[in-house]
Nanobody, 128 residues
């Protein structure tokens, strides 16, 4: 059984920063072999890709949705089975429930359908 647990959400004003964390666990889960992604879902909207960090024997790569490029940074610490999302210059339109997810495909996908495991989500609310 694989568990992903997010934390770090909260209520902030526009322009502020937040850092989300997601800790993965599971007896047979090799965190370093998975692409890790962050998605978000605002009320009345579909779940949308935010950022990803792909698996690679040479270190992996990061990729972002256009709406967050230059403001958000994804990172991972394989020794701690943790992926982070540093969110700077937050805007009211960033308000959503943020989910982390794990994908074994190694394709660097931005589609939620590719991801095998999901966390329960953490609420981020940005006031204007």
């Amino acid at each position: 059984q694989v568990q992903l647990v997010e934390s770090g959400g909260g209520l902030v004003q526009a322009g502020a920063s937040l850092r989300l964390s997601c800790v993965a666990s599971g007896r047979t889960f090799t965190f370093s072999r998975y692409d890790m992604g962050w998605f978000r879902q605002a009320p009345g909207k579909e779940r949308a890709f935010v950022a990803g960090f792909s698996f690679s024997w040479t270190g992996g790569s990061t990729y972002y949705a256009d709406s967050v490029k230059g403001r958000f940074t994804i990172s991972r610490d394989n020794a701690k089975n943790t992926v982070y999302l540093q969110m700077n210059s937050l805007k009211p339109e960033d308000t959503a429930v943020y989910y982390c997810a794990a994908d074994l495909s190694g394709l660097g996908s931005t589609s939620s359908r590719s991801y095998n495991y999901w966390g329960q989500g953490t609420q981020v609310t940005v006031s204007s």
